[in-house]
């Protein structure tokens, strides 16, 4: 499947929030000798919250695609957070728009239940991932006891191999938005994931709770 960028022209309408949420600033363990000052972030859509480093910036895009054949149905919603501008996560509703191309987001999708996730070490490479054959797949719970599926390795997305790439999949029970991805590859430097970001990124998974 060749992989584009969604379309502009087909977008219905774009609700973007560019202000940080209020939220109170905590002190988070990072390790035994250092810590280091967080914010909590909530999430009414997706109906999460997670900390996140003090001197990031996150915003929330949410954005409606029409129904090819019929411009009046809203077919498809997807809800990004981006962090200092950069998508890291990336929620969908109903199925892929084929017309407006496909990106990494539009996995999310494909999380419709607990057992996806429960297996997905098992079956992603039958899904033409973007992951090759040397990727690091596992299965965990984070520290509020959410299963969540991670890949890790060398991502190729529209031509680019980006590595150190991390990517994360989770389901969202009672959600319209019942799957979630997060991933890093947007904050590659020169092809590769700085360490840093890798493990900002993965403390902020192992924090996502359900709200």
């Known amino acids: 499947m060749e992989l584009k960028a ?9 609700n973007q929030n560019d202000k940080q949420d209020t939220a109170a ?8 000798a250092s810590r280091e000052e967080k914010q909590i972030f909530n999430d009414e859509i997706l109906g999460i919250q997670f900390t996140y480093p003090d001197d990031w910036t996150i915003t929330t895009e949410l954005v409606d695609y029409n129904n090819a054949k019929n411009t009046d149905e809203i077919y498809q919603k997807i809800y990004t957070l981006k962090i200092n501008d950069n998508d890291f996560l ?33 079956t992603y490479q039958t899904e033409n991932f973007a992951y090759g054959e040397n990727a690091r797949c596992e299965v965990l719970k984070n520290n509020n006891n959410i299963e969540i599926a991670r890949l890790h390795g060398s991502a190729q997305w529209f031509g680019d191999v980006i ?4 990517s994360y999949f ?5 959600n319209d938005f019942y799957g979630i ?16 970001i890798s493990k900002q990124i993965n403390d902020l998974v192992m924090s996502l709770k359900f709200e």
Do not use: H, L
């Not at 989770?170 to 009672?174: F, G, V």
């Not at 997060?182 to 020169?190: G, K, R, V």
């Open 181 to 196: 991805i997060i991933d890093t590859q947007n904050f590659a430097d020169n092809g590769v994931v700085p360490q840093s």
């Open 25 to 32: 600033k905590i002190d988070i363990n990072e390790t035994d």
């Open 170 to 174: 989770i389901y969202n029970p009672d």
């Open 6 to 14: 969604p379309a502009e022209e087909i977008q219905n309408s774009v």
């Open 163 to 166: 590595s150190n790439n991390d």
């Open 90 to 122: 990336v929620s969908q509703t109903a199925g892929e728009m084929t017309d407006r191309g496909a990106f990494w987001g539009d996995w999310a999708s494909r999380i419709k239940s607990a057992d996806y996730i429960s297996n997905f070490c098992d």
